[in-house]
């Protein structure tokens, strides 16, 4: 039978060593796995951290292992390119940072063995992903394991899969479930047992062959489907390599037998019926611990995207850790999953984009929760060609060569025309918009994608992504840009309402469920992290957005009072907004009843006096909420927004009444010649300081200025750091001053509708 034995135990780490260590290095420091090195200077802004190659030596006594004929390495997650050294000598290489690979070292085994890995997480033009909104965390940052198996065995060399591939169809009330194996050095008289048994292990069913028969399809009569957040009912399938009566190897996949499809006019169908899939998007690292997670981070993320009331999670932007596809398939959300293919097609790269989504399909085909295959995230931002269209192509093809029961998808950047030709390549698509963020404004959503339906009433459209940055700043005005907690839940106040009354969507994914590390980022006032979260990167604070979703998706009955750490204001009268999935509310303060509410669109929205203290409490049936709010005579400056270490503060800035500064929006400043002129001049300074006539690679193009047009453009010089460009306070105050000289359009023409319209 096989063995698998953990080594996630006392490492040696280096990130000076130059070379592989001919002996154990006592002298390095030592770590437990998981493990990365970008934990603290990938997440503190800067665009600074260390990106190069570093070491991990461990011991490895024959004595300790288990007995038996062949032994594997089994790494779960190396980033981004690793290269496994036994007793010296390279057995095994691995480019792409997040997916499963083994190792054999059964010939190489010793008494007394050293192991060495170097993992690198350097720039290069060849492994995806290399330009992202996210810091790339080198390390060992998944289990690392030894897998002991008999000479005849599960293939465990195929791509990192499992050996076993189970294909459940539904038929009527029963299912036929073809299970496969894939078998390495299997003799003559050596026979196969399969089984699938039910939630309890009750065996359902069973077959049994000779070796070579590794394809058999067997039946569950009655079966129990799984059904989504409903009802995530998981079977398991097993096989067992038998000789003489003894079991030489054993394996097992859990499954569910589920019938979907993406219809382009009704959404998502599960099971026959409508099943509208409402979630967010998850990034995996973690606040001071980057990447390297254990199963109850895991664990606390999967319970806070439940207590959302989500019905799916895209798992952005890369193969995330397995134990998280089996949490989703236990329960029941339904997920997208992705390869880093991103942001800037690389020629180089396409065999790696082709390895890792094989290693994608090949290692999770068996989990119900999947139900599409993401090829690429906004990867014409910066434009597309041919060879862009060839890869997708094939890895269209390639997807579904390796999975037929799977459609693909793609996650398009708002500002690629709707008619490019590479949206034609997936079975659907969705669009990343940021209307209302970044550019144009929150109504602007629907309509959008109206149009885009009218236009291909065939072709089933999503939204992969649509969010903005909420930090612990507050107003009582919130607008776009500013970084509040309260702009952040009207944002998703007005997305909700016009996305989820949209049933023609197959999929909305709020972007992000978690803020996130991306160490180029200069924002908020919190650098190195992108804070389009719902909740914090810590996990320990859901801001007030995270609550409306839940007003509308969960059923578990809660109310919620908004602006809690926004307890200090000056006005006389003020909004308080309570979000609740009854359908009434009243509100009190200091034990008077100041209004009662009842709504379907579950926000409400009440005036509240603001006299001394008021203790203020919401109460919808059985559930309550409240806090203490203070009147107070001046805007206490803890709520407004303070950029760290940044070149310029937006109250450093000089603003004459009637004319431009770095202060206003960026569309607004292009609404005239001059202000075009200037803007334009500056940004060809820019390009000039970035890398040949691009910014880190993007093009500061039409298409791009619109989409960034809401920003102020102080802001908007900030979040160039996320391109790599630093903006002296010297050239900003050169261009304020310039700014300062430009007279305010008295007739602003109305913005137009964004991007890529028909
Ligand atoms: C992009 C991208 C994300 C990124 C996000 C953002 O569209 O796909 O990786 O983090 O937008 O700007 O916040």
């Keep these: 039978m096989r063995q698998t034995v953990n080594l996630n135990h006392k490492w040696a780490f280096s990130k000076e060593a130059a070379e592989v260590p001919a002996e154990f290095p006592k002298?390095?420091?030592?770590?437990?796995?998981?493990?990365?090195?970008?934990?603290?200077?990938?997440?503190?802004?800067?665009?600074?951290?260390?990106?190069?190659?570093?070491?991990?030596?461990?011991?490895?006594?024959?004595?300790?292992?288990?007995?038996?004929?062949?032994?594997?390495?089994?790494f779960c997650g190396a980033n981004a390119s690793a290269q496994v050294y036994w007793n010296g000598e390279c057995i095994g290489r691995h480019d792409?940072?997040?997916?499963?690979?083994r190792t054999e070292i059964s010939?190489?085994?010793?008494?007394?063995?050293?192991?060495?890995?170097?993992?690198?997480?350097?720039?290069?033009?060849?492994?995806?992903?290399?330009?992202?909104?996210?810091?790339?965390?080198?390390?060992?940052?998944?289990?690392?394991?030894?897998?002991?198996?008999?000479?005849?065995?599960?293939?465990?060399?195929?791509?990192?899969?499992?050996?076993?591939?189970v294909t459940p169809t539904v038929q009527g009330d029963s299912a036929q479930v073809r299970v496969q194996v894939f078998l390495n050095s299997v003799k003559k008289g050596q026979s196969l047992f399969y089984c699938l048994q039910d939630r309890d292990g009750k065996h359902v069913s069973e077959a049994v062959c000779t070796a070579d028969c590794t394809e058999v399809t067997m039946e569950i009569p009655k079966v129990h489907l799984w059904h989504g957040r409903k009802s995530p009912y998981l079977y398991t399938a097993c096989a067992e390599l038998r000789e003489n009566g003894e079991v030489l190897?054993?394996?097992?996949?859990?499954?569910?037998?589920?019938?979907?499809?993406?219809?382009?006019?009704?959404?998502?169908?599960?099971?026959?019926?409508?099943?509208?899939?409402?979630?967010?998007?998850?990034?995996?690292?973690?606040?001071?611990?980057?990447?390297?997670?254990?199963?109850?981070?895991?664990?606390?993320?999967?319970?806070?995207?439940?207590?959302?009331?989500?019905?799916?999670?895209?798992?952005?932007?890369?193969?995330?850790?397995?134990?998280?596809?089996?949490?989703?398939?236990?329960?029941?959300?339904?997920?997208?999953?992705?390869?880093?293919?991103?942001?800037?097609?690389?020629?180089?790269?396409?065999e790696n984009a082709e390895a890792q989504l094989r290693e994608l399909i090949v290692q999770n085909y068996n989990h119900p929760s999947i139900v599409v295959w993401g090829l690429s995230n906004e990867i014409t931002m910066n434009g597309s060609d041919a060879d862009l269209l060839e890869t997708h192509k094939h890895l269209n093809a390639l997807a579904h060569e390796l999975d037929s029961t799977r459609p693909t998808t793609v996650a398009v950047v708002s500002m690629c025309d709707m008619h490019d030709p590479y949206l034609k390549i997936p079975d659907v698509i969705s669009y990343n918009h940021y209307f209302g963020w970044y550019g144009g404004d929150t109504a602007m959503n629907g309509p959008w994608l109206d149009r885009f339906h009218e236009t291909f009433p065939d072709l089933p459209i999503g939204v992969s992504e649509y969010g903005c940055e909420g930090l612990d700043w507050h107003t009582s005005d919130p607008v776009q840009g500013d970084y509040t907690e309260e702009y952040q839940a009207y944002y998703h106040e007005e997305l909700i309402k016009q996305l989820f009354t949209r049933p023609y969507l197959w999929a909305t994914h709020v972007w992000n469920m978690f803020d996130f590390g991306a160490?180029?980022?200069?924002?908020?006032?919190?650098?190195?992290?992108?804070?389009?979260?719902?909740?914090?990167?810590?996990?320990?604070?859901?801001?007030d957005a995270f609550y409306a979703y839940k007003a509308w998706l969960s059923?578990?009955?809660?109310?919620?009072?908004?602006?809690?750490?926004?307890?200090?204001?000056?006005?006389?009268?003020?909004?308080?907004?309570?979000?609740?999935?009854?359908p009434t509310v009243e509100l009190f303060r200091n034990g008077e009843s100041i209004d009662r509410q009842t709504s379907r669109e579950h926000f409400f929205y009440f005036d509240v006096p603001n006299i001394g203290e008021?203790?203020?409490?919401?109460?919808?049936?059985?559930?309550?909420?409240?806090?203490?709010?203070?009147?107070?005579?001046?805007?206490?400056?803890?709520?407004?927004?303070?950029?760290?270490?940044?070149?310029?503060?937006?109250?450093?800035?000089?603003?004459?009444?009637?004319?431009?500064?770095?202060?206003?929006?960026?569309?607004?400043?292009?609404?005239?010649d001059e202000g075009k002129k200037i803007f334009f001049t500056f940004a060809e300074a820019l390009n000039r300081k970035g890398k040949g006539e691009k910014i880190a690679g993007f093009t500061m193009g039409a298409d791009m200025l619109k989409m960034l047009g809401g920003f102020t453009v102080l802001r908007l010089t900030g979040l160039l750091g996320t391109a790599g460009v630093q903006v002296e306070k010297d050239e900003l105050l050169e261009l304020n001053r310039q700014l300062n000289q430009i007279p305010r359009a008295s007739n602003i023409a109305p913005s137009d509708e964004g991007a890529g319209t028909p």
């Excluded at 792409?96 to 690979?101: A, D, E, N």
């Excluded at 980022?521 to 389009?532: A, S, V």
């Excluded at 009147?631 to 450093?652: C, I, Q, T």
Aim: aromatic share 12%; hydrophobic share 35%; proline share 3%.
């Design 27 to 74: 002298n390095w420091v030592f770590v437990n796995l998981p493990h990365t090195w970008n934990a603290i200077d990938g997440q503190d802004g800067g665009n600074d951290y260390y990106r190069g190659t570093c070491y991990y030596a461990k011991q490895i006594l024959k004595s300790e292992l288990p007995q038996n004929a062949r032994y594997y390495l089994e």
């Design 96 to 101: 792409g940072g997040y997916s499963t690979f």
């Design 107 to 165: 010939e190489a085994l010793q008494e007394e063995n050293l192991l060495v890995v170097s993992v690198d997480n350097g720039e290069n033009e060849t492994v995806y992903p290399q330009m992202a909104d996210f810091t790339f965390y080198g390390g060992l940052y998944r289990d690392v394991n030894l897998i002991a198996v008999s000479d005849a065995h599960f293939d465990l060399e195929y791509y990192g899969g499992s050996g076993i591939a």
């Design 249 to 350: 190897d054993r394996v097992s996949a859990r499954f569910g037998c589920r019938s979907f499809r993406i219809d382009a006019e009704k959404g998502f169908i599960l099971n026959g019926e409508p099943y509208p899939l409402r979630g967010v998007s998850r990034h995996q690292d973690r606040w001071g611990l980057g990447n390297a997670l254990l199963p109850e981070h895991h664990e606390e993320d999967m319970d806070l995207i439940c207590e959302l009331g989500a019905t799916t999670v895209r798992l952005a932007h890369y193969q995330h850790d397995r134990y998280f596809y089996d949490l989703c398939d236990e329960r029941g959300l339904v997920v997208w999953a992705e390869i880093p293919y991103i942001s800037k097609h690389m020629p180089k790269a396409s």
């Design 519 to 543: 160490d180029a980022r200069n924002e908020g006032g919190e650098n190195g992290q992108n804070h389009k979260g719902l909740v914090t990167f810590d996990r320990k604070y859901k801001k």
């Design 555 to 582: 059923d578990e009955p809660f109310v919620h009072i908004c602006g809690k750490r926004y307890t200090e204001r000056t006005e006389e009268v003020t909004k308080v907004t309570v979000y609740s999935n009854l």
């Design 614 to 672: 008021s203790r203020i409490e919401a109460v919808a049936g059985e559930v309550t909420d409240g806090f203490v709010l203070q009147k107070v005579d001046s805007f206490p400056e803890k709520y407004r927004l303070k950029e760290k270490g940044a070149v310029l503060n937006w109250f450093d800035i000089t603003a004459p009444e009637g004319y431009f500064s770095l202060n206003d929006k960026l569309s607004e400043i292009l609404e005239t």
